[in-house]
């Protein structure tokens, strides 16, 4: 929870279950401010995607992906992540996520369908991004930079262990300059509601036995280190596959670029 709330009574968090049923019609929740109690729910008529086979991955990127000046992680820091996304920042003192809202993503992480990427130059926290991840489908809610290139870098290896898990759609819903530079298009809601469909569809056949999970112990990393290496094998879910692949790899940075070089 956040520091400056916590002798207040907290807000009150919007259901697991409507949060969920929510993204997978296509519907998310904003907030006009950080303080505001109330949410609205947003069904944008032109939505942000990136397809997972069209991500652009720059030769600079690439190289930094390499070098692993930063250490990536999954699901470390969630709400360290959702506080670096709602803080102040130039030209843009309010924020979308409201008290409420980070709490109601806290709630979702914790049933293990809210996850974080996160990037850590040290012990210090200098990037990352959070979203919600179900089915075939990740939305991506909000990333950050406190160091140039680490949201990118984070960007990259959520690509590269949703391609690996066979995942479908990575919606961004709004489209920006950054994401553009990304490889990101601008769909109609029609065709995106279409995408998410098949995303739901094609996780009825994964295993039962794959279920969501908001962490991940290093010794689960055989398979999914196999199945990142070949780019076959059973379907995992991304944010287990992305920390196995961590935790599995002497270099699992080269392994990610290379990835992309390969497909790209």
Not at 17 to 34: E, H, N, T, V
Not at 68 to 74: D, K
Not at 98 to 125: F, K, P, Q, T, V
Request: proline letters at 6%.
């Amino acid at each position: 929870m956040h520091a400056h709330t916590s002798a207040q009574t907290p807000p009150e968090i919007i259901p697991v279950d409507i949060l969920l049923l929510a993204y997978r019609s296509g519907i998310f929740p904003m907030a006009d401010s950080r303080d505001d109690p109330e949410v609205f729910w947003v069904e944008p008529r032109r939505r942000a995607i990136i397809p997972l086979d069209r991500f652009h991955c720059s030769r600079s990127l690439a190289k930094l992906i390499r070098q692993e000046r930063f250490r990536v992680s999954c699901n470390e820091a969630f709400g360290a992540v959702i506080d670096a996304c709602a803080a102040p920042r130039p030209g843009h003192p309010e924020s979308w996520i409201s008290d409420r809202i980070a709490a109601s993503y806290l709630a979702l992480h914790r049933a293990g369908y809210a996850h974080s990427i996160e990037c850590w130059d040290g012990n210090d926290l200098v990037g990352g991004l959070y979203g919600v991840g179900f089915d075939r489908a990740f939305c991506g809610e909000s990333m950050f930079s406190r160091v140039r290139d680490a949201s990118k870098v984070a960007l990259a290896w959520l690509v590269a262990s949703m391609r690996r898990s066979h995942s479908t759609l990575l919606d961004c819903q709004f489209m920006t300059g950054h994401l553009a530079s990304m490889g990101a298009e601008e769909i109609p809601q029609e065709e995106y509601l279409n995408l998410l469909s098949e995303a739901q569809a094609r996780s009825l056949q994964a295993r039962p036995d794959q279920a969501p999970s908001s962490s991940r112990t290093a010794g689960s990393a055989g398979g999914a280190a196999d199945a990142l290496a070949s780019g076959a094998g059973v379907p995992l879910g991304f944010a287990a596959l992305l920390e196995d692949a961590a935790s599995a790899f002497s270099s699992p940075g080269k392994l990610i670029a290379q990835s992309f070089t390969q497909t790209s």
